[in-house]
């Protein structure tokens, strides 16, 4: 059975740092393109930022730029969304998923998605 599983999250004070973690089971993560998205109570899903199997990233949020960053340890199967000086705006329920391609592609072919794990930035 395929699963991604994130970890990671937590409660962290504005300006901190996170690193979140998307592991792989029953797929082998280096193959494909994985993406990080995030929803906030009230909005709707929002993509962040995606890997290609080729380490390429494609940002989708201007949001994130300059503070996450993310990046892909093949020998563990994970994929690790970096995030550094965090907002209160940055809370949220954070998700991997993929579509299964090799590629970045548009947010809305993600397809196959992780349970999520819960970020909170708060004083």
């Known amino acids: 059975q395929v699963q991604l599983v994130e970890s990671g999250g937590g409660l962290v004070q504005p300006g901190g740092s996170l690193r979140l973690s998307c592991t792989g089971s029953?797929?082998?993560?280096?193959?494909?393109?994985i993406g990080w998205f995030r929803q906030a109570p009230g909005n709707e899903r929002e993509g962040l930022i995606c890997?290609?199997?080729?380490?390429?990233?494609?940002y989708y949020s201007d949001s994130v730029k300059g503070r996450f960053t993310i990046s892909r340890d093949d020998a563990k199967n994970t994929v690790y969304l970096q995030m550094n000086n965090l907002k209160p705006e940055d809370t949220a329920v954070y998700y991997c998923?993929?579509?299964?391609?090799?590629?970045?592609?548009?947010?809305?072919?993600?397809?196959?998605w992780g349970q999520g794990t819960q970020v909170t930035v708060s004083s």
């Open positions: 890997i290609s199997k080729y380490d390429d990233a494609r």
């Open positions: 029953g797929a082998t993560l280096e193959y494909h393109a």
């Open positions: 998923a993929t579509q299964f391609l090799d590629y970045c592609s548009g947010v809305e072919e993600f397809d196959f």
